[in-house]
């Protein structure tokens, strides 16, 4: 399709948006990362190699422009490793950054780790990558944007600002910042617009997830930005005329890393497997991820807060082997069943899930492989009727299954 795919995750963040992006990139003439910086870790699988990104959108390796938008965090760091890595893949397209974009620097970490240490048991457990602060710079503005790189006069004379600003004594390296970032500084709004102008494809790959949104996530337990679909525009300057498709991924489970009400989180023997099985580890950080059953009520939110058209299922072969899978339908608050996730999403801590359950699916690696080739009719039957229940109770279709951590594991429905 000519226009804009956006792709968002539906849960708290890690739900296999980085390989959703590379399979819906191949057609596109750009990819962007549009909101978070490097708190965000995207892997795409391609034959036996795996490639993450902190920084870049994933799906590049697919093809198109990848592309920073200016509501993202640059992390000069990140960046740096990223543009070395696809310059050795020999990925054609020069990255574009926007003149906008904020730029990650030593006081936004250090502001992280205290505000943090200063939460105590309250803690969020941040990525610890400046998100929150590197923010808070931008809304006073204070902060320091890539279009900026060009002068180091004047990163010097801002930089002493800050430290005034923050009382934190630091340095930043303005010469290296304008020999890493000022090359690719350009401006994104004029960019995107001109390629759907003339019938080009834009892909927005998210970051995070809809549960993790500063405004419509489990505040305080977010990140700093807005992960909703419509962000994709405010924070690319793509104008809202421009035809478009919302993309939700969700996993087959729920994970959540960082601290957070998690109504359906399980633990013991059935969380252990899933976490083994899944690969279940931070990206970024490397720590284990929280797991539980899918939670409907806080999909059904999901895709009314993003108008999502489509929904890519990832993970669904990690759940094989288990005699039963579980999704909630609904909570019980103060003695009284309800599925709606809006008049508990202040208490989310206190509910107790209502869950249904479905039968399991045993199937080896030949079974998903015949899937992939000869499509969703060809998915193990339980694993295809716990699908269909899921898109008729969230009312969106499912058009695309992942199977495996391969791109190619995918299944594409038509
Ligand atoms: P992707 O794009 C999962 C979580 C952190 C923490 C909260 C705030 O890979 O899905 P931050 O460092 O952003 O201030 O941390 O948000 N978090 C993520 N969880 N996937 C991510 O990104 C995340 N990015 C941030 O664990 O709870
Ligand atoms: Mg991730």
């Given at each position: 399709?000519?226009?804009?795919?956006?792709?968002?995750?539906?849960?708290?963040?890690?739900?296999?948006?980085?390989?959703?992006?590379?399979?819906?990139?191949?057609?596109?003439?750009?990819?962007?990362?549009?909101?978070?910086?490097?708190?965000?870790?995207?892997?795409?699988?391609?034959?036996?190699?795996?490639?993450?990104?902190?920084?870049l959108?994933?799906?590049?390796?697919?093809?198109?422009r990848?592309?920073?938008?200016?509501?993202?965090?640059?992390?000069?760091?990140?960046?740096?490793?990223?543009?070395?890595?696809?310059?050795?893949?020999?990925?054609?397209?020069?990255?574009?950054?926007?003149?906008?974009?904020?730029?990650?620097?030593?006081?936004?970490?250090?502001?992280?780790?205290?505000?943090?240490?200063?939460?105590?048991?309250?803690?969020?457990?941040?990525?610890?990558?400046?998100?929150?602060?590197?923010?808070?710079?931008?809304?006073?503005?204070?902060?320091?944007?890539?279009?900026?790189?060009?002068?180091?006069?004047?990163?010097?004379?801002?930089?002493?600002l800050?430290?005034?600003?923050?009382g934190?004594?630091?340095?930043?390296?303005?010469?290296?910042?304008?020999?890493?970032?000022?090359?690719?500084?350009?401006?994104?709004?004029?960019?995107?617009?001109?390629?759907?102008?003339?019938?080009?494809?834009?892909?927005?790959?998210?970051?995070?997830?809809?549960?993790?949104?500063?405004?419509?996530g489990?505040?305080?337990?977010?990140?700093s930005?807005?992960?909703?679909?419509?962000?994709?525009?405010?924070?690319?300057?793509?104008?809202?005329?421009?035809?478009?498709?919302?993309?939700?991924?969700?996993?087959?489970?729920?994970?959540?890393?960082?601290?957070?009400?998690?109504?359906?989180?399980?633990?013991?023997?059935?969380?252990?497997?899933?976490?083994?099985?899944?690969?279940?580890y931070?990206?970024?950080?490397g720590?284990?991820?929280?797991?539980?059953?899918?939670?409907?009520?806080?999909?059904?939110?999901?895709?009314?807060?993003?108008?999502?058209?489509?929904?890519?299922?990832?993970?669904?072969?990690v759940?094989?082997g288990?005699?039963?899978?579980?999704?909630?339908?609904?909570?019980?608050?103060?003695?009284?069943?309800?599925?709606?996730?809006?008049?508990?999403?202040?208490?989310?801590?206190?509910?107790?899930?209502?869950?249904?359950?479905?039968?399991?699916?045993?199937?080896?690696?030949?079974?998903?492989?015949?899937?992939?080739?000869?499509?969703?009719?060809?998915?193990?039957?339980?694993?295809?009727?716990?699908?269909?229940?899921?898109?008729?109770?969230?009312?969106?279709?499912?058009?695309?299954?992942?199977?495996?951590?391969?791109?190619?594991?995918?299944?594409?429905?038509?």
């Amino acid at each position: 399709m000519k226009g804009v795919d956006v792709i968002v995750g539906l849960q708290w963040g890690d739900e296999g948006k980085g390989k959703i992006s590379y399979v819906l990139s191949k057609q596109a003439d750009a990819v962007v990362r549009f909101q978070g910086g490097a708190n965000a870790g995207h892997t795409v699988k391609i034959g036996e190699t795996r490639y993450k990104f902190n920084m870049l959108p994933a799906g590049c390796l697919a093809g198109p422009r990848p592309v920073i938008a200016a509501g993202c965090l640059l992390d000069p760091e990140a960046f740096e490793r990223e543009i070395k890595l696809i310059t050795s893949l020999g990925v054609k397209h020069k990255p574009l950054v926007s003149e906008s974009t904020h730029i990650i620097l030593p006081h936004h970490r250090e502001l992280d780790g205290r505000i943090e240490e200063l939460r105590g048991s309250e803690a969020v457990g941040t990525t610890r990558r400046g998100i929150g602060p590197a923010y808070a710079d931008k809304m006073l503005r204070v902060g320091i944007r890539a279009g900026e790189t060009t002068d180091p006069q004047l990163i010097q004379s801002k930089t002493q600002l800050l430290q005034k600003l923050h009382g934190i004594d630091f340095s930043v390296d303005a010469e290296k910042l304008r020999q890493t970032i000022s090359p690719f500084v350009g401006n994104v709004e004029t960019y995107l617009n001109t390629v759907l102008e003339s019938g080009g494809r834009v892909v927005l790959e998210g970051a995070q997830g809809t549960l993790l949104d500063i405004d419509h996530g489990t505040y305080p337990y977010v990140t700093s930005s807005n992960t909703l679909a419509a962000n994709g525009f405010v924070s690319t300057g793509v104008a809202v005329k421009w035809k478009h498709s919302v993309i939700g991924v969700m996993k087959a489970y729920a994970t959540r890393v960082g601290a957070g009400p998690f109504p359906t989180e399980l633990d013991g023997d059935v969380a252990e497997r899933i976490r083994e099985v899944g690969g279940e580890y931070g990206t970024t950080t490397g720590r284990p991820r929280r797991v539980g059953w899918l939670d409907i009520p806080a999909l059904r939110y999901a895709c009314m807060v993003n108008g999502v058209d489509e929904i890519a299922v990832t993970k669904v072969d990690v759940l094989n082997g288990l005699s039963t899978v579980k999704a909630c339908v609904g909570y019980v608050v103060n003695g009284v069943e309800t599925e709606s996730f809006t008049d508990c999403l202040m208490m989310l801590d206190d509910v107790k899930p209502v869950y249904v359950e479905f039968p399991g699916w045993s199937v080896g690696d030949d079974d998903w492989h015949a899937a992939v080739r000869n499509g969703w009719d060809d998915l193990p039957p339980n694993a295809r009727e716990y699908l269909e229940w899921v898109e008729k109770t969230l009312h969106v279709k499912i058009s695309l299954v992942s199977v495996g951590e391969e791109a190619g594991l995918t299944v594409q429905r038509t």
